[in-house]
């Protein structure tokens, strides 16, 4: 079958399964139905905030949903072999090995003041395996391998807690009552899949190693208006190939980089979309 009919049917399959998670994960309040750490006494300890550990459980409450979309898809799933290997998650046809998807789960939250519009995403390096194709360091399988890259995306809010949310331990011995008042640490799950690229901005996603950022704007996350949504995945692989290179500055903004590459401004103008950054709109 035609490689671009497999990419298509894939990423609306990760679509529609990205879609009945909600209601997996949640209460019919909109609350995580993730309460809290329990110990071999049935202590139940609340989750922190810290998004790192979000992110951790939520992979985890989530993977025998993943095993399931894999199953009904014929796939092999197959899980990075190190924690700081790229993909999370490797998808192999069980009929043609041939045939491989990557797919990143990727979380962040809403900022509280600006709601529309989260912390981002970091979508992966932009360092050796993506630079070189061909290479196996930190990569799963090479890069040229995967028909797509694709990222199944969570956004929340995060509820405010004070110190007894944080803090209280609940036991067995407890009213069976209190134990849904202990209180959920996010809330209000949005979940998308899309090929990376489509989210993707021209800036680094953190400050101390070679991540590709994705934009911030919520609407245009689900819209997957991302800045290389016009202009295609061969531009958005050719910049991060080259981000932070170049003379006589290093490259650090997709607008230079065209200008470099010889594209007028009238051009540029019609090919990127309108930033959206922190509530304020350039172009």
Not at 89 to 110: E, G, N
Not at 188 to 197: D, M, R
Not at 209 to 225: F, H, K, M, V
Not at 234 to 262: A, N, Q, R, V
């Amino acid at each position: 079958m035609n490689r671009e009919i497999l990419k298509t049917e894939f990423i609306e399959n990760l679509k529609q399964f990205s879609q009945s998670l909600r209601e997996y994960v949640s209460t019919p309040d909109n609350q995580w139905t993730i309460k809290g750490f329990i110990d071999v006494s049935q202590n139940i300890y609340s989750i922190s905030s810290d998004s790192k550990v979000i992110s951790k459980i939520l992979e985890i409450h989530l993977f025998s949903k993943f095993l399931e979309f894999a199953d009904r898809h014929n796939f092999q799933l197959i899980l990075a072999e190190k924690q700081n290997w790229y993909p999370d998650i490797s998808l192999v046809s069980k009929t043609d090995p041939l045939i491989k998807f990557a797919v990143d789960l990727k979380t962040t939250y809403r900022l509280q003041d600006k709601p529309d519009f989260c912390n981002g995403f970091t979508l992966g390096s932009h360092g050796t395996y993506f630079k070189d194709r061909k290479s196996t360091k930190n990569i799963q399988f090479p890069y040229n391998q995967y028909l797509a890259h694709c990222c199944l995306g969570i956004i929340y809010s995060r509820n405010a807690l004070n110190l007894d949310d944080e803090t209280t331990v609940y036991n067995r011995y407890q009213q069976h009552q209190e134990f849904f008042k202990i209180q959920s640490v996010i809330s209000n799950f949005e979940f998308f899949a899309c090929e990376k690229w489509k989210i993707a901005s021209d800036k680094s996603g953190s400050g101390n190693t070679a991540n590709i950022g994705s934009i911030s704007y919520i609407p245009d996350i689900l819209q997957e208006r991302g800045i290389f949504s016009q202009l295609g995945e061969s531009w958005f692989d050719e910049y991060w190939m080259h981000y932070c290179k170049g003379e006589p500055k290093s490259i650090t903004s997709l607008k230079d980089y065209l200008k470099s590459k010889g594209k007028s401004q009238d051009w540029i103008n019609s090919h990127i979309p309108i930033r959206r950054s922190k509530g304020n709109f350039t172009s």
